[in-house]
């Protein structure tokens, strides 16, 4: 069996890492599971694609690429600009819809519900905005270079591979070294508590929504970068996600992405096994084995 | 011409009663019992799809084709679908609420891809033709054909509503409502909360797989692309519209959302330009969207909600005082 399969899979993991562990922080601070979390990646990629744009007309200089990678400096700067409005993005409909449901105590059930229907809203307004047609961030052709184990990467590869463990450490670390992550892990264990403790339980779902957004926008940008951008890059993903969240036990960032790299590992294997039509299967599998064996996943609490 | 606009008002409501047959379906496991499903495209194309292979003559590019009667298709259809929903259920509902719902949602995309890719079974992307309609032999007067489709669907909706509200009243119905009022008091009483929510589930399941069928004979043709996620928002839009925990309401909804949906479709394709009209088409989707929160925002009961036996007892004791 040629061994590349766990470059593909490592890559294709760290954009469902990053992706789950959004999930998991909805999941465990504001207790419902977000459908609309896909929507969240398609919105990163397609904002960091016009801002991108809109750069490159600006200054032709920022198009050209950047030493070994197939983009220019227009991509990371569109990228921190997009991680700024996809959050802003997830605040206003938190605001819009899922507050209003808060405040009234709504059953966990109707915000699934309302997610579901913003998550169609969302994709369809993408696919009405920017048509269905898949869009690139570079044409730029890059060549594998041979990392020996007869591995082969791009740098680009590579270089999503180090983003993704930055951010993965960053957020770890802010959920427990610093007094927003413990005020976040606190809301997360006992809301009530934590706001009688004169914890901001608001500025906490803030910043949950804030810190799921940026890395579903992080998780988005890679994906249009490896493959293309289309409208349902996001809802394609959902599916491995919620099984990534569950995987790693819900609210565990680490458990996350662990999960997310095991989900990734598994279907390049399966595509390279049984084929490459039957990959969207391989999460579903490993949900229901889950759910079968260890519902409460690999590091979660037992409720 | 008033001929040709009664067979195609016959030929709407006919489609607009599948739907309404989803509906009650939903309203079963949503309404009476609080279970989220949004695998319903899934347990609808298990229902069209055994209920094809069932019916359809032999054929030998594809497993089976049965030539069995459509009655029988039709009680495999509801048959298959009932034991998936089932085995769903048995998996996930003694779990978290969300978990349930995130499990139909791998359904859905899982019987997609086997729709797609178990081409000795499905027929793949082409699906699957050929299954034999109901009065085969009126089709060559149209009206009485369309007119004999929907006496069909509305004699089968009529069946299940009715025994619908039966069960609703039945002890059955009665610990279901009490279950989701209050599970800890309907335990103190010593019901079992998860066998009842499995039952519906699975009662619910089964008649969206009915409905496949009857959808899939009305039209002749099955493919994947029927049971694509956007059938589960446009049931889920029907339900929440009409007004959860009512079966009138269920139908209504069914009707009236078709409605406009057929109406926007045809004002889509006559007004907007040939190149724009995928655009526009999605416009249409956001409005489905915007609209299913905005109900729950704002009429979370939706046009006919459910009465709940308190106001109706209440009602009830008032109305002589103030004779």
């Known amino acids: 069996m040629n061994p590349q399969f766990i470059m593909d899979g490592l890559i294709a993991g760290a954009i469902i890492g990053l992706g789950a562990v959004g999930v998991t922080l909805t999941y465990s601070i504001l207790r419902f599971s977000n459908f609309a979390h896909g929507e969240l990646l398609s919105w990163g990629a397609y904002l960091a694609l016009a801002v991108a744009g809109a750069l490159g007309t600006l200054s032709a200089g920022l198009t050209k690429p950047i030493a070994p990678f197939s983009f220019g400096w227009a991509l ?53 905005l920017f048509t269905s047609r898949p869009a690139y961030f570079t044409k730029a052709l890059q060549i594998a270079m041979k990392l020996g184990g007869g591995l082969r990467a791009t740098p680009d590869q590579l270089l999503m591979l180090g983003v993704t463990l930055v951010s993965v450490v960053t957020v770890h ?91 990734g590992l598994c279907e390049a294997l399966a595509v390279q096994a049984v084929g490459a039509e039957w990959r969207a299967a391989v999460s579903f599998v490993i949900l229901i084995a889950v759910l079968l064996v260890r519902p409460r996943g690999l590091f979660g609490k037992a409720s | 011409m008033t001929l040709d606009i009664l067979a195609y008002a016959a030929f709407f409501l006919s489609m607009a009663l599948t739907y309404a047959i989803i509906c009650l379906g939903l309203n079963v496991q949503w309404g009476m019992t609080g279970l989220f499903n949004v695998g319903i495209a899934a ?80 027929g793949g992307a082409f699906g699957i033709g050929f299954i034999p309609r109901p009065f085969a032999g009126l089709q060559e007067n149209a009206l009485l054909f369309s007119l004999a489709n929907f006496g069909v669907m509305a004699l089968v909706v009529l069946a299940l509503y009715l025994g619908l509200e039966h069960l609703a009243k039945s002890p059955w119905g009665r610990v279901l409502r009490a279950i989701r009022e209050d599970e800890m008091a309907a335990q103190a009483l010593g019901k079992r909360p998860i066998r009842f929510r499995l039952q519906a589930f699975s009662l619910g399941g089964a008649i969206m797989g009915l409905a496949g069928a009857a959808q899939a004979h009305f039209i ?32 209504a909804g069914a009707v009236l959302v078709w409605g406009l949906w057929a109406l926007s479709a045809a004002a889509v394709s006559s007004f907007v330009p040939a190149e724009q009209q995928a655009r526009a088409a999605s416009l249409q989707i956001v409005a489905i969207g915007v609209g299913l929160c905005l109900m729950l925002l704002w009429r979370p009961r939706g046009l006919f909600g459910e009465v709940s036996p308190l106001t109706r007892l209440k009602s009830l004791r008032r109305a002589p005082s103030k004779e």
Request: hydrophobic residues 55%; glycine residues 10%; charged residues 10%.
């Open chain 1, 76 to 128: 990371p700067l569109a990228a921190v600009i997009a991680i700024g409005l996809t959050g802003l993005l997830a605040l206003a409909v938190d605001a819009l819809l899922f507050s209003s449901f808060r405040r009234r105590g709504s059953a966990i059930i109707i915000m699934v519900m309302a997610s579901f229907g913003a998550s169609l809203a969302l994709r369809s307004l993408l696919e009405f």
């Open chain 1, 173 to 263: 670390l802010l959920m427990t070294r610093t007094d927003i992550g413990r005020a976040m892990r606190a809301v997360s264990e006992n809301p009530a508590l934590a706001s009688i403790a004169g914890i901001d339980v608001r500025r906490v779902i803030r910043t949950t929504w804030f810190l799921g957004a940026a890395l579903a926008c992080v998780a988005g940008i890679m994906s249009g970068l490896l493959i293309q951008i289309r409208p349902y890059i996001g809802h394609d993903l959902l599916l491995p996600l919620f099984a990534a969240a569950i995987l790693g036990g819900i609210g565990s960032v680490p458990g996350a992405m662990l999960a997310g790299l095991i989900i």
């Open chain 2, 43 to 122: 347990f609808v194309a298990v229902g069209a799809y055994t209920s094809a292979l069932l019916t359809t003559p032999p054929s030998p590019d594809r497993f089976g084709g049965f030539d069995l009667p459509i009655f029988v298709g039709w009680l495999g259809a509801a048959i298959t679908s009932g034991l998936l929903s089932w085995a769903v259920g048995a998996l996930t509902i003694r779990l978290r609420s969300d978990y349930l719902a995130i499990a139909t949602f791998g359904i859905a995309v899982t019987v997609q891809l086997c729709m797609l890719n178990l081409q000795p079974i499905t």
């Open chain 2, 220 to 251: 002749g043709f099955i493919a994947p692309d029927n049971y694509m996620p956007i059938l589960t928002f446009q049931v889920w839009a029907m339900l929440i519209v009409g007004g959860s925990g009512n079966n009138r309401g269920a139908i």
